[in-house]
């Protein structure tokens, strides 16, 4: 090449030089903003007076006072598989980032080779070998005109903070279905006490009837009944222990163990939890920063949002730059000095001219997965508000009820207590008594369940709210952990 080239050539590849970072800030596609919803400024029934108090959602479930369920949502959060899985997705988003950031970076690479060869003469019929050793080094840069890297690095970080969110999701449902069976598990333990309770005083019931029989003071159907009526309520016996035994497996599987892991732990009878009522629940605002399931769904409808940007660089003109050096001796000590060197650099510009439409119908696509994924987030927005809204209503509901059954079952034990001692007395029928028993158990077993009840839309508040764990989780160490991962030989596969 003349000098004079050698300096036009110098100036273009300058020239390609200072242009790369002026036209590699452009991008197309949408710019991502975050869609502004109308929300109600208080939630129904709200005192519209008492300004709203924002909810407590921090280690919500302490306020239940078990300090037993306080350690199982500590192992639940540590040992639970999905939670485990919710990390590895982590790691897998944030791997995904750093790999689409490299795309923005050059690439290069070189290689290296030795031959030996043999060459013979036709004229003199001997024969010559030698050896030829050859270098290189190649590098490529693709120049983001139009910002498709940066869409796509853009999309990867949306999609990392997406995967946080559904650990944080994740770790909602976990400490709430922890409490929840926890609560449930508590209540079968006391409905099993009050049917066992209930059984025995059955059981003495029928035991005065017989001898009132013999007395010839009733008659047989009177020991009919009364054996029939405890053997009823013994009946509810095994339900109850079937489904006390559920909620143990449950959560023992909840905390990563086998089903039955939790079994003596549990066995020791407990109260049902009573948390301390009533809660700050905010605006309806607060939803959308604190429930994890609607900030999931927002950085998804992001992350559509920049891959059409992605879709859309595509159509357009893409440039890189590619050079390449080479160097090759009969020697290794000739390639850096006695050898022929060859080199090459220069830009390659590609653009899309016939498709199809294909590439058209690629940013209609990304178009409307980017739809479906808005009307995703409004839907997470409106279910979010219902839920709040529900458990709102549920709680003060349950709370009203619990009042009257308290007051029926403490009548009714009135009732019971007076009219067995008129029956012993001769003085009241077995009907009445038979009535009143019946009464009386069904009244203490429902207000048992009334208790299990609001503590279960106690919680199931605190759910809608957003209210999950906020402490730290170590996503760092994998589940497999490898060894020898580098050269070796391979072992053989069972």
């Not at 003349?2 to 110098?10: A, E, H, L, Q, Y």
Request: charged share 20%; glycine share 6%.
């Amino acid at each position: 090449m003349s000098p004079t080239g050698r300096v036009k050539w110098r100036r273009t590849v300058s020239a390609i030089l200072l242009l790369t970072p002026l036209i590699s800030g452009c991008v197309v596609g949408p710019d991502y903003q975050k869609p502004l919803l109308a929300l109600p400024s208080a939630w129904s029934g709200s005192k519209k007076a008492a300004p709203a108090r924002p909810p407590e959602l921090a280690l919500w479930w302490q306020r239940l006072n078990d300090p037993l369920l306080n350690g199982l949502v500590e192992e639940a959060v540590a040992g639970n598989l999905d939670v485990a899985s919710s990390k590895a997705k982590i790691r897998e988003a944030r791997a995904s980032y750093r790999q689409n950031v490299g795309t923005l970076f050059p690439s290069a690479s070189g290689s290296g080779s030795a031959t030996r060869n043999k060459s013979a003469s036709s004229s003199s019929g001997s024969s010559e070998s030698y050896s030829q050793f050859q270098a290189g080094f190649d590098a490529s840069w693709e120049i983001d005109l139009f910002g498709a890297n940066r869409r796509a690095v853009e999309a990867a970080r949306y999609g990392m903070d997406a995967a946080e969110e559904e650990l944080r999701a994740t770790l909602l449902t976990l400490v709430g279905d922890v409490a929840s069976n926890y609560v449930e598990l508590r209540g079968y333990q006391a409905r099993l006490a009050l049917a066992r309770r209930t059984a025995a005083s059955q059981n003495e019931t029928a035991a005065l009837t017989r001898t009132k029989l013999e007395a010839g003071a009733v008659s047989a159907v009177d020991v009919a009944n009364a054996s029939g009526q405890a053997a009823s309520t013994e009946a509810t016996i095994p339900e109850l222990e079937a489904a006390y035994a559920t909620t143990i497996h449950r959560l023992s599987v909840l905390t990563g163990r086998p089903p039955a892991a939790l079994t003596e732990r549990l066995d020791k009878y407990a109260s049902i939890p009573r948390p301390k009522l009533p809660i700050p629940t905010g605006v309806p605002a607060d939803v959308l920063l604190a429930r994890p399931d609607v900030r999931l769904a927002e950085r998804q409808y992001a992350q559509a949002t920049a891959n059409i940007g992605q879709a859309e660089a595509a159509r357009y003109p893409s440039v890189s730059l590619t050079g390449s050096i080479a160097t090759s001796g009969l020697k290794i000590g000739d390639l850096g000095k006695s050898s022929s060197v060859s080199w090459s650099f220069g830009p390659t510009l590609t653009v899309p001219i016939f498709n199809a439409g294909q590439l058209a119908a690629a940013v209609d696509m990304a178009r409307a997965q980017r739809d479906q994924y808005f009307i995703a987030y409004r839907a997470s927005v409106l279910t979010a508000l219902e839920d709040v809204e529900n458990a709102i209503v549920a709680l003060a509901q349950e709370r009203i009820r619990n009042g009257k059954l308290a007051s029926s079952a403490e009548r009714y034990r009135e009732a019971a207590t007076l009219t067995r001692s008129l029956y012993k007395a001769g003085s009241a029928s077995f009907l009445d008594l038979l009535t009143v028993e019946r009464s009386l158990y069904s009244a203490e077993d429902s207000f048992i369940q009334s208790k299990v009840s609001i503590a279960a839309d106690y919680i199931a508040l605190n759910k809608a709210l957003g209210g999950g764990w906020d402490g730290t989780i170590d996503i760092s160490k994998p589940e497999v952990v490898d060894s020898r991962t580098g050269p070796h030989l391979a072992a053989s596969a069972d």
